[in-house]
């Protein structure tokens, strides 16, 4: 945008120096979807949503397990200075992404204040470095409601284990959300973390915003493989969703998602199953 004479005179006096500033990064929940093997070689592998964390080296935290993240480059844009961030740290070069949040609470990070303008992605790609993929396992609490005049509060506790190999990081909050008329607040509250910073929160956004975005769009193909079963893309779902689906109500809503294909899988210990992929032209009227 070019601007006026009127605005080159006022920038020619103009210093920022009044100002205080904050520093800011960048930060990034990388989630992937795995199989998990059993035991049993006719049951098929369970699907386990999981996040990317790299162990930090330095304070504060040090040895403290984080989401990948790095201050702002004043001369690029957010969106790229957090790509070139995931590709030098882990190698991740293939993902969907979107802006998630900015955090911005004032004693989120020790140092200083420290703006995070945090995002999303979903990717495929599993041979990462720098790292550890962890399991992600999700308790929901009960819900305690108050309702009132043209409103409610409700407040629901969370627990995010995360789990690689022998290392567990166990993680608790409370998720708050209050109405009043058209207006609605919604707080995500730290009780304790064994991962560094606010970043169990950022998680939490995450991981909220994936299973919100299963019910409208078809964001849940930059987690599967080109090709796939109908039951994997059901597993898929549940695992998200936390929770199991009915199969008649599942293929009538998915199916404008998804085309077949003249292929099946060989898999020993299990029947044959129709491979399918995404339509990319998908009806957007029949999704759960």
């Known amino acids: 945008m070019e601007i006026s004479d009127e605005d080159k005179k006022f920038l020619e006096l103009y210093s920022d120096s009044i100002y205080e500033k904050p520093s800011v990064t960048v930060d990034a929940v990388i989630l992937r979807l795995v199989d998990k093997e059993t035991n049993n070689y006719r049951k ?3 699907k386990k949503l999981q996040v990317y964390l790299l162990n930090r080296k330095y304070p504060p935290f040090k040895d403290k397990f984080a989401i990948v993240g790095t201050f702002i480059d004043l001369n690029n844009e957010l969106a790229k200075t957090m790509k070139l961030c995931v590709e030098s740290k882990v190698g991740l070069e293939n993902f969907y992404y979107e802006q998630l949040y900015t955090f911005g609470e004032k004693q989120r990070d020790p140092r ?3 703006l995070s303008v945090s995002y999303m992605l979903l990717t495929n790609q599993s041979k990462l470095h720098g790292g550890e993929w962890f399991d992600i396992d999700l308790n929901n609490g009960k819900i305690k409601l108050e309702s009132f005049e043209n409103g409610y509060r409700s407040e629901r506790e969370v627990g995010i284990i995360l789990t690689s190999g022998d ?3 166990k993680n608790n909050l409370i998720v708050k959300s209050e109405k009043k008329g058209i207006e609605r607040v919604s707080e995500v509250e730290v009780v304790n973390s064994d991962i560094a910073f606010d970043h169990i929160k950022i ?7 994936l299973k919100n975005k299963l019910e409208y769009t078809d964001i849940i ?3 599967m493989k080109e090709k796939f079963t109908l039951t994997e893309l059901k597993n898929s779902y549940e695992v998200i969703l936390g929770e199991r689906l009915l199969d008649a109500n599942f293929r009538r809503k998915t199916a404008s998602l998804v085309l077949p294909l003249n292929e099946y899988t060989q898999d020993k210990g299990h029947r044959p199953s129709q491979l399918f992929k995404h339509n990319p032209n998908w009806n957007k009227d029949n999704l759960i």
């Open 112 to 114: 200083t204040r420290v």
């Open 167 to 169: 290392t567990v990081l």
């Open 203 to 209: 998680i939490c956004y995450a991981l909220n915003r």
């Open 44 to 46: 098929l592998p369970e």
């Open 221 to 223: 193909f930059n987690l």
